[in-house]
Structures are given as structure tokens and as C-alpha cells.
């Protein structure tokens, strides 16, 4: 279903101007059907895109008045697929928030905040390509070459200096904007000669995702589960486990502190309570 996405973009796909064939697997009837449903899935992203744009909820009747139509016995699979599409490619999650009148919103999947600013371009929203960036440099040992990363992206079909429908000249957002930004870091390799550069991830990363959010946003890419990469899983768990002890001794600090302060105020005063705040995920 990406493809059918990309190709919704840049131009319709080529036709068969000869006829039918013989080899086709699927009857004409049967072909037309799938390549309907494939559209409406198409669709029903650039309508959740824009909603996502605009920072309104939607529902599932809204859904199947403006987009699905005449394809309502269909809509799990739309949806469904449509759902995969948002998340795989621009990092976005349909999140149920009312039940009882099937209503949704759509969020970040992995906390990253760069693409809930308004864009005056009104470029898609890159959070599923950044991840994907994360997720090279995780594997590879928390830095990865230039040409690792180019070489994934390739597979990709994003390509240094071609402009793409989503993410637009690859290499100035990889090696300027995510720079200037603080989601990567972008260096020479020591040593190298000649110059050979590498990612690393950057502050903002560290802060806004985290290396399990990553791994179960790639295990997802690959319809498996974090643990089916055991390498990485018990580094991301090494992870958690030291911001979990970090942010405890932040609170007990703070509590320590609270409480030294309260012999500094008269008897009458009560100190404000401390709260720590915990900004590392905004995600389920």
C-alpha cells in the first residue's frame, strides 16, 4: 500500500494499453475490485493527513461519508490499511478516544515534536523517516556511516539529492534541518582520510523518544516484536531501567530538598508542593 501511496503523488501508474493477458492471476472483475479498494486506502490517508494538519478528531462516519462512499463493507480493510500507511511512513497514530461514536485523533506515535508545529510549506509530516534514521544508528552500534544510512534510504527510494514527496531534499534535512534541530548529530569519523562522516542520535532524540519507542516502531515496520531483536531489546531495556532510576532520584532529591525548605519559611507557610515532570515519552 505505500507504493500505491507514492504513486498517488507523483502521477498515475502506467496502464496496459494492449489489453488484457492471459497470465494475469486475478479476473478483470476481481483486478478492478483490488485497484478500487487500493484507491480508497489512498484516500482515506491524504483525508487523515490533512486532519492531522489541522489538528482536528474525525470519526468513523465522517470517514465513510467523505471518503469510502460507496465502500463501506470494506472499511476494516481501508481502515486498517490506511492505519498501517500513517504509521510506517509519517510516524502517525489513529487513537480511538470515544468508543461509543467510533471517534479518533490522530497523534505522534513516538513523542517526537517537530512535526506538531505548523508547517508554512505544508510538507508531509517526517516522523516515520526520522525514526527510521534512529533505528540505523541504534543498529549499528549508535552511530552509523553516512553510507549505511544513504544506503537503507536508498532501499527506500529516497535518494540523495532527488527531491521526494515527503521528506524533499533528503540530504539538507538529514545534515542541516534534523542538525539544527538537535534530533541528529552529524560528524567527521575520527581519523578518517579521506573525510568519512557519520549520525549519531542527537539531544532532542534522547529527550523526546527513546531507544524501546524505536525498536517497537521498527519491529512494527517488520510485523514482529521487540524482542525478536534481542540485541537491541536489552540495550533499550538498559535504557529504560536508567531513566526509571534517574527519574526516582530526581524525586527523591526534590523531596530531600522540599523538605530542607520548609524549616526556611515560617511556621504559617506551606511550601509548594515539588512535581517532577517526566518528558521523555508522550506515547502509549
Given amino acids: 500500500m505505500a507504493s500505491a501511496l507514492f504513486e498517488s503523488e507523483e502521477g498515475p501508474r502506467c496502464q496496459d494499453v494492449e489489453g488484457p493477458s492471459s497470465s494475469r492471476a486475478l479476473p478483470e472483475a476481481e483486478s478492478s475490485l483490488e485497484n478500487e479498494i487500493e484507491g480508497k486506502v489512498v484516500d ?11 489538528k482536528e478528531p ?7 461519508s467523505s471518503v469510502i462512499q460507496n465502500y463501506q463493507k470494506y472499511y476494516p480493510e481501508i481502515f486498517s490499511e490506511a492505519s498501517d500507511c500513517l504509521l ?3 510516524g502517525i497514530d489513529i ?3 470515544d468508543p461509543a461514536s467510533n471517534s479518533y485523533v490522530l497523534v505522534t506515535r513516538l513523542g517526537l515534536a517537530f512535526d ?3 508547517s508554512v510549506d505544508d510538507s508531509m509530516p517526517k516522523s516515520g523517516l526520522l525514526v527510521i534514521v534512529l533505528g540505523v544508528i541504534l543498529m549499528e552500534g ?22 521526494h514527496v515527503i521528506c524533499g531534499e533528503p540530504r539538507r534535512l538529514l545534515t542541516e534541518k534534523w542538525v539544527q534541530e538537535n534530533y541528529l548529530e552529524y560528524r567527521q569519523v575520527a581519523g578518517s582520510d579521506p573525510a568519512c562522516y557519520e549520525f549519531l542520535w542527537g539531544p532532542r532524540a534522547h529527550a523526546e523518544t527513546s531507544k524501546m519507542k524505536v525498536l517497537e516502531y521498527l519491529a512494527k515496520v517488520y510485523g514482529s516484536n521487540p524482542t525478536a531483536f534481542p540485541l537491541w531489546y536489552e540495550e533499550a531495556l538498559r535504557e529504560e531501567e536508567e531513566r526509571a532510576q534517574a527519574t526516582m532520584a530526581i524525586a527523591d532529591d526534590s523531596t530531600a530538598m522540599a523538605t530542607q525548605l520548609q524549616f526556611l519559611v515560617p511556621p504559617a507557610a506551606s511550601p ?13
Wanted: aromatic content about 10%.
Fill in 272 to 284: 509548594a508542593p515539588s512535581r517532577v515532570r517526566q518528558f521523555l515519552r508522550c506515547v502509549v
Fill in 44 to 54: 482515506l490517508v491524504h483525508f487523515l493527513l490533512h486532519k492531522y494538519r489541522v
Fill in 95 to 97: 487513537k480511538e478516544i
Fill in 58 to 64: 474525525t470519526t468513523k462516519e465522517e470517514m465513510l
Fill in 88 to 90: 510506517l511512513l509519517f
Fill in 116 to 118: 506538531k508545529i505548523p
Fill in 142 to 163: 549508535n552511530h552509523a556511516t553516512e553510507e549505511v544510512v544513504w544506503k537503507v534510504l536508498n532501499m527506500m527510494g529516497v535518494f540523495e539529492g532527488i527531491e
